[in-house]
């Protein structure tokens, strides 16, 4: 039971966090007009750091390709995370991730990323994974956001074991 609840963590975090915009998640945006006609603030660049963990009983290599990017909000940027099996047997893994200040995680839209899905890596393999994403321009509008001049993007891996897949919500999807 304390493996199930362990492997459930993930959906309900997943679920709770993106229902309610808790705990720095960020929101998921599509490649549209939207995105294509924002413009750039240029006075107010970012730092974007990005931070790479695992979970104990993960046995992946796991790491941010950059340490930091400067962005300009409404302006999209591109960024990689390495992953490596160094086990001799198939691992699959399954992230999760946060922004820090949490306030900031409203702003942060990715467009395409690793994020909640399964990932299987078979022995020895390396992947780069990709995070697209911007700064919704609107963060330089908010009083809360005046003096944040830089946002921590965190992931973390955890063992996705077999068989142990539970429905998600179709609010969710």
Not at 101 to 119: D, L
Not at 122 to 146: A, G
Request: proline residues 8%; aromatic residues 14%; hydrophobic residues 40%.
């Amino acid at each position: 039971m304390t493996v199930g609840l362990s492997y459930a963590a993930v959906p309900l975090y997943r679920i709770f966090c993106q229902a309610y915009s808790y705990g720095g998640t960020t929101g998921q945006a599509e490649a549209s007009d939207t995105v294509s006609s924002m413009k750039a603030v240029k006075e107010r660049p970012i730092k974007v750091r990005f931070n790479a963990d695992v979970a104990s009983s993960m046995q992946w290599n796991f790491k941010p390709q950059q340490g930091d990017i400067m962005v300009l909000p409404g302006e999209t940027a591109l960024a990689f995370y390495t992953a490596r099996n160094p086990t001799n047997k198939p691992v699959v893994g399954i992230s999760t991730y946060n922004v820090i200040p949490f306030e900031a995680g409203q702003y942060f839209n990715k467009i395409q990323c690793f994020c909640f899905e399964e990932q299987m890596l078979n022995p020895h393999e390396q992947v780069d994974m990709p995070v697209f994403f911007y700064i919704d321009p609107e963060f330089t509008e908010d009083p809360k956001m005046e003096y944040v001049d830089e946002i921590v993007l965190s992931y973390t891996f955890f063992e996705a074991k077999e068989g142990m897949k539970l429905p998600v919500p179709s609010f969710v999807k």
